[in-house]
């Protein structure tokens, strides 16, 4: 559709010129926004970590192309996150109280983030070679270590 006819076209639909508006910027919105995960399954992994004791390789429980674990703990607004992570990341405020986001981020670009619904890894940055360790038992706390 060139210019000119463009402009016959929204002339015409008086709502016309608003639809061709956000029609053009939602991918812009969609853009701007990162999807978080449900770590359902991570989540049980740790869970059953902790019950049962032992260690292992965190990458062992969230494989992907990931060298960098930034452990959030909410709630956390947007820039909070981008602080921590050290970058934009697109996410939005992250505002449970009662969970964790694992931002993960290949050479500081984000690969995924993933909610977790526990409590229970330290806050911070980590490497790929972390390894998470657990005494066992139903309250045992999470050590994040090697990383």
Known sequence: MTGLALGRWTARRPFGGLLLAALLAAPLVTACTTEVADGERLTAGIERLRAEGGERLLKALVPG????????????????????????????DFLTERAELLVLTRDGELERAVRLSTRGLPEGSYRATVRLRAPGGPDSELDLIGG
């Open 65 to 92: 192309d990931w060298d960098t674990a930034h452990v959030v703990l909410g709630p956390a607004t947007s820039e909070a996150i981008d602080e921590q992570v050290g970058h934009r990341t697109g996410l939005g």
